[in-house]
């Protein structure tokens, strides 16, 4: 069984720049969640894609977007790139779909992204 | 307000000693509860989980009990080993959001085993 794959691992990007980060769901599983975590801090949930739609949105402005492919895998863009955005972005992804809340995140090692 | 906290951020244990590692929540709405175990330079991995309908739940060398009471949740691990030193996060979803996978995280606790 194949786990989460997230790529690039690591990313220098400068201010204002975009940033596209890519992710390869756990075989099996169609649903697929975005974090990001700061240094020293819980995951932070961006949203989440269900059946190729958003399905639920965390505290982030509309510069945070994402697509979710038919194979699942999934995208997360940033554009106008902030300092405060270096942090680790986290991919996970279930099994469960719409409405259930008892199937565990299966999470990546992340990318680290790192704006000067 | 929606939180999810822990009481220590650091433990220190003995190798072979029973590690227990607590965790606070404030949302009495929320239905499921996560732990994972995050290691250096790798994502959160899934080690325990237990529904609001459930108050104790048992794995491999690993234990989580639920006290909805006074929104309590806690990981014990038997016989703690040198693997286990990471970083430990609760996690607590509402289901009612509709979005299983909008997780709210605490900051984690951070064990460190001494051999």
């Known amino acids: 069984e194949t786990g989460v794959t997230q790529s690039p691992t690591h990313l220098i990007k400068t201010r204002g720049q975009q940033v596209t980060l890519r992710c390869s769901s756990q075989?099996?599983?169609?649903?697929v969640s975005w974090y990001q975590q700061a240094l020293g801090q819980g995951p932070q949930f961006i949203f989440q894609y269900y059946r190729e739609e958003e399905n639920g949105r965390g505290n982030f402005p509309p510069r945070f977007s994402g697509l979710q492919f038919p194979n699942y895998s999934s995208e997360l863009n940033v554009n106008a790139l902030e300092l405060d955005d270096s942090a680790l972005y986290l991919c996970?992804?279930?099994?469960?779909?719409?409405?259930?809340?008892?199937?565990?995140?299966?999470f990546g090692n992340g990318t680290r992204l790192t704006v000067t | 307000g929606e939180s999810v906290g822990l009481h220590l951020p650091t433990l220190s244990v003995q190798e072979g000693d029973n590690s227990i590692i607590n965790c606070a929540y404030s949302n009495s709405a929320s239905d499921y509860f996560i732990w994972y175990k995050q290691e250096s330079g790798k994502g959160p991995q899934f080690i325990i989980d237990i529904r609001s309908n459930m108050d104790k739940r048992q794995g491999q060398r690993v234990t989580v009990l639920l006290n909805k009471t006074v929104k309590h949740l806690s990981l014990q691990i038997a016989a703690t080993q040198p693997g286990d030193s990471a970083v430990y996060f609760c996690?607590?979803?509402?289901?009612?959001?509709?979005?299983?996978?909008?997780?709210?995280f605490g900051k984690g606790t951070k064990l460190s085993v001494k051999p």
């Open positions: 075989s099996g599983h169609n649903t």
């Open positions: 996690a607590e979803n509402i289901g009612d959001r509709g979005s299983q996978g909008n997780l709210i």
């Open positions: 996970a992804s279930s099994a469960s779909g719409r409405g259930r809340a008892d199937s565990p995140l299966h």
